[in-house]
């Protein structure tokens, strides 16, 4: 969802003023973007750094997979930048091959060192916490508790194996080694009200209508459906439902991310770094994250209103290359305690 029209614009101002103090317009310049995030989502940001860089963007957008559309073009490829959602396809860039050093002193300064890596940069995250209904009485949490059997029979989430709980699993997995993640993913087993299934939202859903107590999904699930844009119902069950503070016992809490690389191969290297920088300025920031209603990254950028309402996650320092290499176990002991779907 985009902002709305009028504050869409006040924010385009704001950014196109911070870059024209900060960087010499362009001549004649264009770079490809590479997106498997909606275009409606980026092109008001796009907006904002043309207007103000003369840089124009040319959007692809690639509804499948990424990865495979840069892999068949090879060298040849024109993409500049390459941007995604999720830390496990955001990390698939540098392990295939297909992205190269982002060197640049802004952005080491402007986004925290584990929400960035050698080859990528997170743009945005998704806090991925629990939830209940307004009228419990639970306080903070940690995941570890989860697996306690006082919420024996209590729990909603959705598939296991879905990259969300994959990448929490994962993180389970690296603060803590695969016998106490086993022994964890078996009292999550034990602890579930029903089977898994649905997404976020109906795990939302399933807690309103009372057929759990606690659960787990992403924020922006949360403020997504408050915002209106599934329907009346939605919004009613999603207004019956909070967040409650949630971190790993050694940690922070645990996020999920939009990213961006810079591709290997890019004909326009300079200018696609510009736009990797231009995106990290609070105000550009504030446009990108209130898009989809996620947190922005950056510690001076505004969270839109909705986002802001469903609390405050200081991210886990866990290294996000670290997280992602470790799916693969996480899925092997997912699979090996009894979850097939």
């Given at each position: 969802?985009?902002?709305?029209?009028?504050?869409?614009?006040?924010?385009?101002?704001?950014?196109?003023?911070?870059?024209?103090?900060?960087?010499?317009?362009?001549?004649?310049?264009?770079?490809?973007?590479?997106?498997?995030?909606?275009?409606?989502?980026?092109?008001?940001?796009?907006?904002?750094?043309?207007?103000?860089?003369?840089?124009?963007?040319?959007l692809t957008?690639?509804?499948?997979?990424?990865?495979?559309?840069?892999?068949?073009?090879?060298?040849?490829?024109?993409?500049?930048v390459l941007?995604?959602?999720?830390?496990?396809?955001?990390?698939?860039?540098?392990?295939?091959?297909?992205?190269?050093p982002t060197?640049?002193?802004?952005?080491?300064?402007?986004?925290?060192?584990?929400?960035?890596?050698?080859?990528?940069?997170?743009?945005?995250?998704?806090?991925?916490?629990?939830?209940?209904?307004?009228?419990?009485?639970?306080?903070?949490?940690?995941?570890?508790?989860?697996?306690?059997?006082?919420?024996?029979?209590?729990?909603?989430?959705?598939?296991?194996?879905?990259?969300?709980?994959?990448?929490?699993?994962?993180?389970?997995?690296?603060?803590?080694?695969?016998?106490?993640?086993?022994?964890?993913?078996?009292?999550?087993?034990?602890?579930?009200?029903?089977?898994?299934?649905?997404?976020?939202?109906?795990?939302?859903?399933?807690?309103?209508?009372?057929?759990?107590?606690?659960?787990?999904?992403?924020?922006?699930?949360?403020?997504?459906?408050?915002?209106?844009?599934?329907?009346?119902?939605?919004?009613?069950?999603?207004?019956?439902?909070?967040?409650?503070?949630?971190?790993?016992?050694?940690?922070?809490?645990?996020?999920?991310?939009?990213?961006?690389?810079?591709?290997?191969?890019?004909?326009?290297?300079?200018?696609?770094?510009?736009?990797?920088?231009?995106?990290?300025?609070?105000?550009?920031?504030?446009?990108?994250?209130?898009?989809?209603?996620?947190?922005?990254?950056?510690?001076?950028?505004?969270?839109?209103?909705?986002?802001?309402?469903?609390?405050?996650?200081?991210?886990?320092?866990?290294?996000?290359?670290?997280?992602?290499?470790?799916?693969?176990?996480?899925?092997?002991?997912?699979?090996?305690?009894?979850?097939?779907?």
């Amino acid at each position: 969802m985009t902002t709305p029209r009028r504050a869409t614009a006040g924010l385009i101002a704001l950014a196109t003023t911070w870059l024209c103090l900060s960087t010499a317009p362009s001549h004649a310049e264009e770079i490809n973007l590479y997106s498997t995030r909606e275009p409606q989502l980026i092109e008001p940001v796009i907006t904002s750094f043309t207007a103000a860089t003369g840089i124009t963007v040319k959007l692809t957008y690639v509804e499948d997979n990424l990865v495979t559309r840069m892999k068949a073009e090879g060298d040849a490829s024109p993409a500049d930048v390459l941007m995604t959602i999720g830390l496990d396809k955001t990390s698939q860039f540098a392990a295939n091959d297909l992205s190269q050093p982002t060197t640049s002193a802004l952005l080491h300064k402007a986004i925290p060192p584990q929400l960035r890596g050698r080859e990528w940069i997170s743009l945005s995250v998704r806090p991925r916490v629990v939830m209940v209904r307004n009228d419990s009485p639970q306080g903070a949490i940690r995941y570890e508790d989860l697996a306690d059997p006082r919420f024996r029979g209590q729990l909603c989430i959705r598939s296991p194996l879905h990259q969300n709980n994959v990448a929490l699993i994962s993180a389970y997995l690296v603060h803590h080694g695969a016998d106490a993640t086993e022994t964890w993913l078996k009292g999550i087993k034990a602890n579930l009200a029903h089977a898994p299934e649905g997404k976020d939202n109906d795990v939302i859903r399933q807690l309103a209508e009372g057929r759990c107590s606690i659960g787990i999904a992403n924020t922006v699930a949360l403020a997504q459906l408050r915002d209106g844009r599934e329907g009346a119902d939605w919004t009613a069950w999603a207004n019956k439902v909070k967040t409650v503070p949630t971190t790993f016992e050694r940690g922070g809490t645990h996020v999920n991310l939009t990213g961006a690389a810079l591709a290997k191969h890019a004909p326009h290297k300079a200018a696609a770094l510009k736009f990797l920088e231009f995106l990290v300025t609070p105000a550009a920031q504030k446009i990108y994250a209130a898009a989809e209603l996620e947190y922005p990254v950056t510690a001076g950028a505004e969270s839109a209103p909705l986002v802001a309402a469903v609390g405050t996650f200081p991210s886990d320092t866990l290294d996000i290359d670290q997280i992602a290499a470790s799916q693969k176990a996480a899925i092997a002991l997912i699979r090996k305690v009894g979850f097939e779907k």
